[in-house]
């Protein structure tokens, strides 16, 4: 059982360049949700996904795209990444749509966008 | 726009040594989970309240949801170098914000042997 996983653990991108950050869980989670982290700020929601083929935007979701591919599959893709993306990315699922559902979180990508 | 106000932002002890980490909102919250990550790692559940003035204890870890659901504490007694790492708390609101958290800034704890 591997949890949530992140693929890739860091990046390095050129301003302009286009990349997807891939996220998957294997514990039939319905909710599942993509965060950035930069020093100081917490935790920032970008997009979230309710449920399979629901999307959402979140708190920060300009200059990001994402596609809930299957139950298992969040993607976030960011088509002309900019400086102001370098940041740690985190995939978090959770199982139940309650106020007080817990997250569970990947290991997060780190991207640096020169 | 929820809010979550998390200090001390920084807390450097030595072993052995109590802390108390604060979490305040001018928002009622559903729940509020604790979470702790280490370097390089994502964050990881700790524990979660969703009752006004309830109290749970994990082993030498101490949290405390406010009477009025707008903030919170952690308590960590004769802490140890192993509870080095980042703690965050996180806030849920339900109604049309199912599933969706407020994290605070986060409280960067060192213990130092």
């Known amino acids: 059982n591997a949890g949530v996983t992140q693929t890739p653990k860091f990046q390095v991108l050129k301003t302009g360049q286009s990349m997807t950050l891939q996220c998957a869980q294997d514990?039939?989670?319905?909710?599942m949700y993509w965060y950035r982290q930069d020093p100081g700020m917490g935790l920032r929601l970008i997009y979230y996904?309710?449920?399979?083929?629901?999307?959402d935007k979140g708190e920060v979701p300009n200059g990001y795209n994402v596609s809930r591919l299957n139950k298992r599959e969040f993607s976030l893709r960011l088509e002309s990444a900019a400086p102001s993306q370098t940041s740690v990315y985190f995939c978090?699922?959770?199982?139940?749509?309650?106020?007080?559902?817990?997250?569970?979180f990947g290991p997060g990508t780190r991207l640096t966008v020169l | 726009t929820q809010l979550l106000e998390q200090s001390p932002q920084f807390l450097s002890i030595q072993e052995g040594e109590n802390l108390t980490v604060y979490c305040n909102s001018s928002s009622v919250f559903s729940s509020l989970q604790w979470y702790r990550q280490e370097p390089g790692e994502g964050p990881v559940l700790l524990v979660t309240?969703?009752?006004?003035?309830e109290v749970k204890k994990l082993k030498r870890l101490t949290f405390q949801f406010g009477d009025a659901r707008k903030d919170s504490s952690l308590h960590i007694t004769a802490a140890q170098p192993g509870d080095t790492g980042l703690y965050l708390c996180?806030?849920?609101?339900?109604?049309?914000?199912?599933?969706?958290?407020?994290f605070g800034q986060g409280t960067i704890l060192t213990v130092h042997p």
């Open positions: 996180a806030g849920g609101a339900g109604g049309t914000s199912y599933g969706k958290l407020t």
């Open positions: 309240v969703v009752t006004g003035g």
């Open positions: 996904s309710a449920s399979e083929g629901t999307t």
């Open positions: 514990m039939n989670h319905n909710s």
């Open positions: 978090a699922s959770s199982g139940r749509l309650a106020a007080y559902n817990e997250q569970f």
